[in-house]
């Protein structure tokens, strides 16, 4: 569950956009929302210096970390690419360009699915086949037998089950599905696919003889092989394993103590991209304040701020950076609901929509994203699961269904049979399932109070936590706030993989969690059955929905998932924070290759340094 919500994961999503509720606070911050275009003679050599997001310490290389491994794994698709890259804009699925295979060709049934490979090669000079997508895939599904968890984006039944991959010639790949997808469903997973060399990793011991990694029980092994190997951190940069790559750089140095690490150009890397700068340095830091600090000094060339930092747009300009904002395409910041969570009857009240509707009613999106204390002003309002932008929008558009409204929340309540008593606490007075009743499971006296668990990173969780807090006490809504760090939070809170600690959270805000950009669908995160639906949200109708918008064809089918889910509130929905994009103005490169740090997707093969 790291991969998704830490956010080097990055696997692919998230556009840009602003609502009016900013406009006048990002003015007086200093503009930031236009892409500088590229510019200058790019000039060969020097050195980058990338400032990776606080807390993300990578210590793990193979590309799909075991579920055991607490950590991130270093320059995710810089060593080995992905065989469909993810799009930085959020219209569209990936990005052609930097992508390994053309478009997948579709049967008219959608079951058979051909995907040719384009002209890659291996650090040692040998094309990429094939062969090593059906050895990565096969991988995966070893993983996957091994353990559920091992990947985050696994739902039993769905991909990688139920087809077969076969190399029908050195660069065609075609897969036979028993259930057809959605395609740009298909093509979301597929994005998720890192591509790795059969011929020299399909071995289970150093030395070793070569394995059919068609053999499930060989798969297995060479699998546990490689994970071993990728726990011996003293080793990443003189295991023959970790240097042979298809992507553009390899690796130079590791710090096992800090996570930080360089790389250097992969020479027999055939993809696009010239690759001019000569070193790749990625540093490791604990805290924003540490970074922006180093962004102050002038040690750093490229990295990210959040939204707290809007104030120093300007002086950071003046210090020679461009600094580009917008809230990440797919990324969703909500309050995830407990529906398990049995203390006090929380899960009885929880599951009465009516109160999920009031509790949602509570939350000031347009006074949060113009106070000065939460997102000063550098945040757009979301209410649905498709995030900003997306070409898949709720029927309700950009109107919110429950908007700010404190009266209308009271109302909810005291129609339904609670007492509401402002700033003191509110009661069940009318116990029964009726339609003007507190509702099923909630006896006559019960209280509305629960607790809220958060982030401590960045600021504006705590800040937003803070109102909400306050927002719920003015209605008797008494909600006790108590903060985590985000690595704590992501090991130990989540039904799906913490079910012993189920009555120990009732609403959790963990920060971010960012979906596949070019179709945000929830398959995985609002099922029943979803691997990374952490607090057991389940509704007939939103099954259904996402089973559609995973395996049929109609265009429409996510709109409707979106919709229901935006209504429905399987959480608590939170303004998109801008995230800014700070990089040294002698640094340039395509202007979609920066945008694509929304989402932390790296592409330093596209940069230069220009006088």
Not at 183 to 189: I, T
Not at 411 to 416: I, M
Not at 567 to 572: G, R
């Amino acid at each position: 569950m790291k991969n998704v919500l830490t956010a080097a994961v990055a696997i692919a999503m998230l556009t840009a956009a602003c609502s009016s509720s900013g406009a006048t606070q990002k003015a007086d911050a200093g503009s930031y929302d236009k892409l500088p275009g590229e510019t200058g003679k790019p000039k060969a050599g020097g050195t980058v210096t990338v400032a990776l997001s606080p807390g993300l310490n990578p210590n793990y290389i193979y590309p799909y970390e075991p579920a055991s491994q607490n950590g991130g794994v270093i320059a995710r698709g810089l060593l080995w690419r992905s065989l469909y890259r993810a799009s930085s804009e959020g219209d569209k699925p990936v990005d052609p360009e930097l992508s390994m295979a053309e478009q997948p060709k579709y049967s008219a049934d959608r079951k058979t699915v051909t995907i040719a490979l384009k002209d890659y090669k291996w650090s040692d000079g040998t094309p990429v086949t094939a062969d090593d997508v059906v050895f990565s895939i096969a991988l995966l599904k070893a993983a996957i037998a091994e353990d559920p968890a091992n990947w985050s984006f696994y739902t039993p039944g769905q991909f990688p089950d139920g087809f077969t991959v076969l190399a029908t010639d050195p660069r065609t790949v075609t897969m036979k599905l028993t259930k057809a997808y959605n395609p740009s469903y298909l093509l979301s997973m597929l994005e998720l696919i890192y591509v790795l060399p059969s011929k020299a990793w399909n071995i289970a011991k150093e030395g070793g003889p070569h394995l059919d990694y068609n053999q499930p029980k060989n798969a297995h092994a060479i699998y546990k092989y490689l994970t071993k190997a990728s726990e011996s951190q003293a080793t990443f940069t003189t295991n023959p394993l970790w240097q042979m790559v298809n992507g553009p750089y390899k690796l130079k140095t590791f710090d096992p103590a800090t996570g930080s690490y360089s790389l250097v150009p992969n020479k027999a890397y055939s993809g696009p991209g010239e690759s001019r700068i000569d070193r790749i340095d990625f540093k490791t830091f604990t805290s924003t304040v540490a970074t922006f600090n180093q962004f102050k000094a002038g040690t750093l060339t490229v990295g990210t701020l959040d939204s707290g930092y809007i104030s120093q747009v300007d002086a950071l300009k003046k210090q020679g950076y461009n600094v580009y904002g917008a809230p990440a395409p797919a990324r969703l910041d909500y309050l995830t609901i407990n529906f398990k969570n049995t203390t006090n009857h929380f899960d009885k009240v929880i599951a009465q929509l009516y109160v999920r509707q009031a509790l949602q009613h509570l939350i000031d999106q347009p006074g949060y994203i113009k106070s000065r204390g939460v997102y000063n002003g550098a945040a757009t309002e979301n209410y649905s699961t498709a995030g900003i932008g997306s070409p898949y929008p709720p029927d309700f558009g950009t109107t919110p269904p429950y908007p700010h409204d404190t009266a209308a929340a009271q109302k909810l309540l005291t129609d339904h049979g609670w007492k509401v008593v402002p700033d003191g606490t509110t009661t069940c007075e009318r116990p029964g399932t009726g339609p003007d009743q507190c509702g099923a499971g909630i006896p006559a006296g019960q209280p509305l109070s629960f607790n809220l668990i958060a982030a401590n990173s960045p600021s504006y969780v705590e800040a937003r936590d803070v109102a909400f807090v306050s927002a719920a006490k003015k209605l008797g809504i008494t909600v006790k706030s108590e903060t985590k760090a985000v690595n704590y939070i992501y090991e130990n809170y989540g039904n799906t993989f913490a079910p012993a600690k189920k009555n120990e959270w009732a609403l959790l805000d963990s920060g971010s969690l960012y979906q596949a950009v070019g179709y945000p669908s929830s398959n995985t995160l609002f099922n029943t059955t979803g691997s990374f639906n952490l607090g057991s949200y389940s509704n007939p109708a939103a099954d259904k929905l996402i089973d559609a918008s995973t395996f049929g064809a109609d265009p429409k089918a996510l709109s409707a998932e979106v919709t229901l889910l935006g209504k429905d509130l399987p959480v608590l929905y939170l303004p998109t924070p801008d995230t800014l994009v700070v990089w040294k103005n002698t640094l340039s490169g395509p202007p979609s290759s920066f945008r694509s740090l929304l989402s932390f997707l790296y592409s330093p093969e596209l940069w230069y340094f220009h006088d």
